[in-house]
C-alpha cells in the first residue's frame, strides 16, 4: 500500500473477517498488517496468511477491511477454496 506522506497517518491498520466464520483461519502480517504508516517512498506490504481447518464444497470468503479516518474504507474480498 501507498499513500501520500501527508495523508498516511490517516491509513489505520486492517482487519478481515471469514464468511463462513469458522474451518478457515486468516491472519494479517506484514508491515500493514503492523500498522505501520505506507508512503509513497516506503510502501507497507499486507499479507494475508490462512490455514483450512474444514474441506467445504463452496469457497470461502476473506473480506479485507482498511480504514482511512474521515474517507471510506479500502474494501476487497479474496475467495479461499479448501478441497478434499
Known amino acids: 500500500m501507498t499513500a501520500v506522506a501527508s495523508l498516511s497517518s490517516l491509513v489505520q491498520k486492517p482487519s478481515s473477517k471469514v464468511l463462513p466464520d469458522k474451518g478457515l483461519e486468516v491472519g494479517l502480517s506484514g508491515s500493514a498488517g503492523e500498522g505501520k504508516l505506507p508512503t509513497t517512498l516506503s510502501p507497507s506490504m ?9 474441506a467445504r ?12 479516518e474521515g ?3 479500502v474494501e476487497f474480498v479474496l475467495t479461499k477454496i479448501c478441497g478434499e
Open 57 to 68: 464444497n463452496t469457497p470461502y470468503e476473506v473480506n479485507i477491511t482498511i480504514p482511512v
Open 71 to 73: 474517507y471510506e474504507p
Open 46 to 54: 499486507l499479507i494475508v496468511d490462512w490455514r483450512c481447518e474444514v
